[in-house]
Each structure stands twice: as structure tokens, then as C-alpha cells.
């Protein structure tokens, strides 16, 4: 990734309006900046999330908090815990996401 034209900025994410996600189950509250063609979110999932659909976007994810669960459409499954990420190119690997207990998310796409 090449960062271009992006003067140095702060974000305070308290500051930024959640827009809800509706899920299968639960829902999720994505806070969203868009800095030219890269989109960061801190992504707030509930309890019980399961998201709708299995996602071909690439992102790099990190876990602030809580624990998720990534299936990928061919059967295996990652447990992501506080401090732990991962890493997907576009139409790389369907994936999509599950979480028992919530969990909060960095995510940049």
C-alpha cells in the first residue's frame, strides 16, 4: 500500500457517529473516516453477532477488546483475542464474522 496526499490528522473516535449494521444476529456499530481511497472503523459488535455475509474485501483487522471468530468459506475458523490481527487481500478469501461474548475492532480497508 502506498499512502499518498494525506496530511498528518488526529482522530478523537468518541467523536465519530456510529452508524448501525444490522447482522443474521446482533448488530454492529461502525465509527467510519474515509482518508482518500483507505477506510478506517472502530467496529463495536455485540453480543451474539453473526454477520450476514461472507465478505471478499480486504482489510487488515485488529482486536482491541473482546474475542471474534473468523470463519472462512472453506471451513476453517481463527479466534482473534485483544491484541491479535489479521490480514486478507481483495477477493482473496470469502470470510465472515462471529462473536459470543462482542468485541471491539480496528479495521482499515
Known amino acids: 500500500m502506498k499512502i499518498t496526499d494525506l496530511p498528518f490528522s488526529t482522530v478523537d473516535?468518541?467523536?465519530v457517529e456510529p452508524t448501525e449494521h444490522a447482522g443474521e444476529r446482533?448488530?454492529?456499530?461502525?465509527?467510519?473516516?474515509?482518508?482518500?481511497?483507505i477506510r478506517v472503523r472502530l467496529v463495536e459488535y455485540s453480543p451474539?453477532?453473526?454477520a450476514d455475509h461472507w465478505?471478499?474485501?480486504?482489510?487488515?483487522?485488529?482486536?482491541?477488546a473482546g474475542t471474534l471468530e473468523t470463519e472462512l468459506s472453506d471451513g476453517r475458523r481463527y479466534v482473534l483475542t485483544p491484541g491479535m490481527s489479521y490480514q486478507v487481500a481483495?477477493?482473496?478469501?470469502?470470510?465472515?464474522?462471529?462473536?459470543?461474548?462482542g468485541a471491539t475492532l480496528f479495521v482499515v480497508d
Open 90 to 101: 481483495d477477493e482473496a478469501e470469502p470470510h465472515r464474522s462471529t462473536t459470543e461474548t
Open 55 to 64: 465478505c471478499s474485501k480486504g482489510h487488515i483487522l485488529f482486536c482491541v
Open 48 to 50: 451474539g453477532y453473526l
Open 13 to 15: 473516535w468518541a467523536t
Open 26 to 37: 446482533g448488530m454492529a456499530l461502525w465509527r467510519t473516516r474515509q482518508f482518500g481511497p
